[in-house]
């Protein structure tokens, strides 16, 4: 079977710019330098006496406004450095390898958790480890929650970003459907967390065929469903989640490969599949397609009844007409738990302004920029600061957070989240691991047959990866 359907990020680098030529270009030339943004520059000091840095990433209306604010802010607070925003909604990765390969990479820069590790190994990202350290805020032993944080940010020990925030699945959920049901909803508290069973129970009890009957009744109509229990996405993320609900890892922690084919992650993952193809309480992907509906519209329309999604949704699922809750997701071997992610901030190597750069990375970890997300419903925080009672006032936000929601960052977060990102070769591992994802949603293949075929595979693609 073809499993290398596209072009790999290093065989992209090789084409466009040459193996033997690629580092030198990272370490020798200069940062993109578009033409200056016009205005003022702030604190009274015109544009061109400043040194400009640039700083490229993606996101929608809301992010984009977020980083424009953030920069307005930071130049008002000092004289000596200007940031041009290289906003790319579209195409991100493509058109950053692009301006990689051609010696013109950004001075600051979104880095997505699945391409992180790989820059590092190829020398691509500015090493701020004595600057972060030194810091009197950021060093802070207290400053971040931890471990996570340095789990996700060092690679022996050195760091070459700092997290943007945090994001992490769990429950949404039709509030009005659970009272009409007279049904208990989930609850924010992880020490309240459901058992899987107790959910395929609720999941079973809230899924209605067009003549009104439950999967567990006889003349069920699979095909004719008018509401879902539950929709549980299956792809990395949502699927890391319900491992970490099993004690599983995605990456084994000691050998730094796929666990996929470990009997926790295989339980977990063909739970998942369970939901759609025994238990029918889940819609399968082509369900979705042909009612062409979000699980926004879903929830508000009830034709769902719980939704499992990241939390940066909320910044539109707070808006649905029907009460929104959320909740914790439920627990199988483990208590609960889930997937914790998120973009980094980071330099690179080639800048001509590191000093800048670091400054700039360091104001993104400040309280302002975070906080800004944090209020909207996009971001979980990542500072132990916004975490205490004052922290929280900043920015939990009536009629944006649901009541409880304080205990998804203060509880769930830094006691059942476990981190998520990947290593070098991750994208070409990934083609042969997609294909044998989607024989298990369909049901071609149980989670146990298809992980034993292509994790091997998958694992030898990251192990020569890391000896690259």
């Not at 459901?194 to 003549?211: C, G, K, P, Q």
């Not at 294909?435 to 149980?446: E, M, R």
Request: aromatic share 10%.
């Amino acid at each position: 079977m073809e499993t290398k359907t596209t072009l790999s990020r290093r065989d992209f680098l090789r084409a466009s710019a040459g193996a033997a030529g690629l580092l030198a270009l990272a370490a020798c030339a200069p940062g993109a330098a578009p033409s200056p943004a016009t205005g003022d520059a702030g604190a009274g000091t015109p544009t061109s006496q400043r040194i400009e840095i640039t700083f490229m990433g993606w996101g929608g209306t809301e992010e984009d406004a977020g980083v424009k604010a953030a920069i307005a802010q930071f130049e008002s607070e000092q004289d000596r450095v200007k940031v041009t925003w290289l906003h790319t909604p579209e195409n991100y990765l493509e058109t950053l390898l692009v301006n990689i390969a051609a010696g013109t990479p950004p001075d600051t820069a979104f880095v997505g958790s699945g391409d992180y590790r790989t820059f590092i190994r190829d020398g691509l990202l500015l090493d701020i480890t004595d600057k972060l350290k030194a810091d009197p805020l950021l060093g802070a032993p207290d400053y971040f929650i931890e471990p996570q944080e340095e789990q996700r940010c060092t690679h022996e020990g050195r760091w070459y970003g700092i997290g943007s925030c945090w994001v992490a699945p769990h429950f949404y959920y039709n509030a009005d459907i659970f009272e009409e049901e007279g049904i208990e909803p989930p609850s924010n508290d992880p020490e309240k967390a459901w058992t899987w069973e107790h959910f395929l129970e609720v999941a079973t009890a809230l899924t209605r065929d067009v003549n009104g009957r439950r999967p567990n009744e006889p003349g069920f109509d699979p095909n004719n469903v008018d509401r879902y229990g539950v929709d549980w996405p299956r792809w990395s993320i949502p699927i890391h989640s319900a491992i970490v609900c099993n004690n599983g890892y995605w990456i084994d922690p000691n050998t730094g490969l796929l666990a996929l084919d470990q009997p926790p992650a295989v339980e977990a993952i063909q739970n998942l599949a369970d939901l759609v193809l025994k238990h029918n309480v889940a819609p399968a992907g082509t369900a979705l397609e042909a009612l062409g509906m979000t699980n926004t519209q879903m929830l508000e329309t009830g034709k769902l009844a719980m939704a499992v999604d990241g939390s940066w949704a909320l910044a539109w699922m707070h808006k649905i007409t029907p009460k929104l809750g959320t909740g914790v997701l439920p627990g199988m071997a483990a208590k609960t738990g889930t997937d914790m992610q998120a973009h980094l901030h980071s330099g690179f190597a080639s800048t001509r302004h590191p000093e800048e750069a670091w400054e700039w990375l360091r104001y993104l970890a400040t309280p302002f920029y975070q906080t800004q997300f944090c209020r909207i419903g996009l971001w979980l925080p990542s500072q132990t600061g916004l975490m205490t009672e004052e922290g929280l006032r900043s920015w939990i936000t009536e009629g944006v957070h649901p009541e409880g929601y304080v205990d998804i960052p203060t509880k769930y977060l830094p006691r059942y989240g476990r981190v998520l990102y990947m290593p070098p070769g991750w994208a070409e591992a990934n083609q042969i691991l997609t294909p044998a994802f989607d024989k298990i949603w369909v049901g071609d293949a149980t989670a146990e047959q298809a992980m034993a075929e292509a994790v091997p595979k998958a694992n030898q693609v990251l192990q020569e990866a890391a000896a690259a």
